[in-house]
């Protein structure tokens, strides 16, 4: 009965691969995020999304976009992989901007991806 | 630029004593800070948290303060025990961010029997 699952855990792929890690939360929570987490332990969010509003840090390459099929899921698809998206990327859900918790933020274990 | 800062990368508390743990902001539009817990090869957990129009937030051993005219917070735990050794992430959020999350570094904590 896991809150936030992220699949794979371990993901290890060859530069220039396309590849998605998805993201399911189970608490019926309206928003999700990604956050990086990189080689110096720093979180940064990615991606804030509900279903009205998708909302992309501007450092965020355009090789990196959400897809979320209905509200309990946001995968994160990546496109020509390069060497410095090596990190562990982090999935999040909160109940929706509007509700007393919205900063609450719970978290998925993470999947640590590997560039090659 | 780095909008919350914890510059202890490390600290050591002994079994019992008091852990404090520090953090300081330079966005004053955040307006909800939270503390988070983070064992190796598991995402983070929520511990404690407090709004900007509070100082003060306690929940067990965890006590939260927050400074904001010198945009600090910090938390205590009392009394330190040995499962408390983890990273503690501070963060900070607003309604313009979407209330993302703003990490600072992380603070390792090691509490010793």
């Known amino acids: 009965d896991t809150a936030v699952s992220q699949t794979p855990k371990y993901l290890v792929t060859q530069m220039g691969n396309d590849k998605s890690i998805k993201c399911e939360q189970n608490?019926?929570?309206?928003?999700m995020y990604w956050y990086k987490q990189d080689s110096k332990k720093f979180l940064k969010i990615m991606f804030s999304?509900?279903?009205?509003?998708?909302?992309i840090n501007e450092t965020v390459p355009n090789r990196f976009s959400p897809k979320s099929p209905d509200k309990a899921h946001l995968n994160l698809h990546i496109n020509s992989l390069e060497l410095g998206d090596s990190a562990v990327y982090f999935c999040a859900s909160s109940q929706d901007r509007g509700g007393a918790r919205v900063n609450e933020q719970f978290f998925g274990p993470g999947t640590r991806l590997t560039v090659l | 630029d780095q909008q919350v800062k914890q510059n202890s990368p490390s600290l050591s508390v002994q079994e019992g004593r008091i852990s404090i743990l520090n953090c300081d902001y330079t966005n004053s539009m955040f307006d909800y800070f939270l503390w988070y817990k983070k064992y190796p090869a598991e995402g983070p957990t929520f511990l404690i948290s407090i709004s900007s129009i509070k100082d003060k937030n306690e929940d067990g051993r965890f006590t939260v303060f927050l400074n904001k005219s010198a945009k600090h917070l910090s938390l205590h735990i009392v009394p330190s025990q040995p499962g408390d050794s983890a990273v503690y992430f501070c963060?900070?959020?607003?309604?313009?961010?979407?209330?993302?999350?703003?990490f600072g570094k992380g603070t390792s904590l090691l509490v010793t029997p």
């Open positions: 963060a900070a959020s607003d309604i313009n961010s979407g209330y993302a999350l703003n």
């Open positions: 999304y509900n279903n009205k509003e998708l909302i």
């Open positions: 608490l019926g929570h309206d928003t």
